[in-house]
């Protein structure tokens, strides 16, 4: 009886174990991005005003199901206390079925991404109130099908520059 038990605990402790390194293991297959800290501005060929935000996948496999949003968040007093507006920015494209993996070698670095908008986010944005921008992402991992959101704010206008983002892993914003 005794060696019953003690199989029964031996062969417990296994299963909960293997179970909790191979958790280990899954959850660390999830989404990483990378959300630049600058958003770039620039004058289009349609002669219209232009910000762009870039991300970069640095995850070891594609990401997949990607899906944008960005809004202007407004704050306002109210009695009581105060309260958040989102204004929701349009995006000339808000969702990619996939980004490709993270691969220094890809001479194309289509791990990148640039996405943008012409909503006029200068006159929307009321920085002095304590508005900001806030920009969302949801992406999948194509292994492990797990989600993840991503969510990067922006505070002060001076985070907005003149230009265009680098490529590849540059975040930088260079002059056009």
Known sequence: MNDVAQNILL???ASLVSSFVFMYFIYGIRPNIKISDRISTHINDKNIREYTFKIINKTRH????????????????????VTHYNQHINLRRSEFFKINKYNKKDQDAQWALRFGTEDDIMSIWNEGNGGYIVVR??????????AKVFEKRYYVKSMIIEGAHGFGEDMSVYPK
């Not at 992402?137 to 797990?146: E, K, N, Q, V």
Request: charged letters at 15%; aromatic letters at 6%; zero cysteines.
């Open 137 to 146: 992402i949801y992406a999948r991992h194509s292994l492990s099908g797990f």
């Open 62 to 81: 594609d990401i997949i199901d990607v899906k944008l949003t960005i809004s202007v968040v407004i704050i306002e007093s109210i009695m009581g206390g």
């Open 11 to 13: 062969g417990s402790l």
